[in-house]
């Protein structure tokens, strides 16, 4: 079964910057996957925050646009999210998500939140 696990969440204050880690294990041909970085918060849906493909281009929610950094790293099968310039309202449980054709596998998350 395919792992994925998020790091690097925790407290930070507005204008701050983190950086999320995913490490994905048990997973073939990592490189394969298109890897996404998600966030909910508390009475939202899900939503995407930015993605990677198999080819490392990238896409952002205009949220994260020129604050967030999606890059990934196929011998380490690692994804990362530099988050800058944090905002209160980017304040959720942040998702790292790996896809390749009808196969989706989602990590358990980690907290992110931004103080005023």
């Known amino acids: 079964q395919v792992q994925l696990v998020e790091s690097g969440g925790g407290l930070v204050q507005a204008g701050g910057s983190l950086r999320l880690s995913c490490a994905a294990s048990?997973?073939?041909?990592?490189?394969?996957?298109?890897m996404g970085w998600y966030r909910q918060a508390p009475g939202k849906q899900r939503e995407l925050v930015a993605h990677i493909t198999s080819g490392g281009s990238t896409n952002y929610a205009d949220s994260g646009k020129g604050r967030f950094t999606i890059s990934r790293d196929n011998a380490q099968k690692m994804v990362y999210l530099q988050m800058n310039s944090l905002k209160p309202e980017d304040t959720a449980v942040y998702y790292c998500?790996?896809?390749?054709?009808?196969?989706?596998?989602w990590g358990q998350g980690t907290q992110v939140t931004v103080s005023s």
């Open positions: 048990r997973i073939f041909h990592f490189s394969i996957y298109a």
């Open positions: 998500a790996a896809s390749y054709d009808e196969y989706n596998y």
